[in-house]
């Protein structure tokens, strides 16, 4: 199965910071999906066919990547996005979760 | 909106089975398949297998095959997961979530498997 591997895999970010996270797959995959976790709460969508926002998304996430190498950008880091960030592969069966991005507010 | 509202915690004892239902609302049950995922604090997030809600086909992870037994009640727009043969290993958190991309997720429900 492909192994998904995301970095780094804790860091604090100020407010306004540019935030940037990596997802590397052990085999080329053709998108990466993400997701937001908070506390206790179950993983809300975010990205989508690599680069796409889902609904209601704000504009200050981005995603980008091919191949093997993908990142999530967040232009502006607010409060609110502090949770922990999962990419995920559905090319190859099983489907597979990188390990987590957790991202603090300095 | 859409709304996928999964069965309360469980505390099942070793080598009993639990059933956990994922209820959804506020689009057509049967146009999305319904994904079932694992949480656990040591292994992450892995996916179990799906249910094509429409024929009831199902798909597993190796992983999970024989562990898992995905289910779907259209009346009810209502997904099962059954877990047996449990294990303290089957400790976690239990998600459904809808559609290709899982877009949508349940609230998750807590297993504890202890004697």
């Known amino acids: 199965e492909i192994v998904l591997t995301q970095s780094p895999t804790t860091m604090a970010a100020s407010p306004g910071e540019k935030v940037t996270l990596t997802c590397l797959a052990s085999?080329?995959?053709?998108?990466i999906y993400w997701y937001q976790q908070k506390s206790s709460a179950s993983p809300k969508f975010l990205i989508y066919?690599?680069?796409s926002l889902a609904s209601g998304v704000p504009d200050r996430f981005s995603g980008s990547g091919s191949g093997t190498s993908y990142s999530l950008t967040i232009s502006s880091m607010e409060a609110e996005d502090a949770a922990i960030y999962y990419c995920l592969q559905l090319t190859s069966t099983p489907p597979t979760f990188g390990a987590g991005t957790k991202l603090e507010l300095k | 909106q859409v709304q996928l509202q999964q069965s309360g915690a469980e505390l099942a004892k070793p080598g009993s089975s639990v059933k956990i239902s994922c209820k959804a609302s506020?689009?057509?049950?049967?146009?999305?398949?319904i994904n079932w995922i694992k949480q656990t604090t040591g292994q992450g997030l892995e996916y179990i297998g799906y249910?094509?809600?429409?024929?009831?086909?199902?798909n597993y992870n190796e992983k999970f095959k024989g562990k898992a037994t995905l289910t779907v009640d259209k009346s009810s727009s209502t997904a099962f997961m059954q877990l047996s043969s449990l294990t303290p290993d089957d400790s976690a958190v239990y998600y459904c979530?809808?559609?290709?991309?899982?877009?949508?997720w349940g609230q998750g429900t807590l297993v504890t498997v202890s004697s």
């Open positions: 979530a809808m559609g290709d991309w899982f877009a949508y």
């Open positions: 085999s080329s995959v053709n998108y």
């Open positions: 066919y690599t680069s």
């Open positions: 506020g689009y057509t049950f049967t146009s999305y398949c």
């Open positions: 249910i094509n809600t429409g024929s009831g086909g199902t």
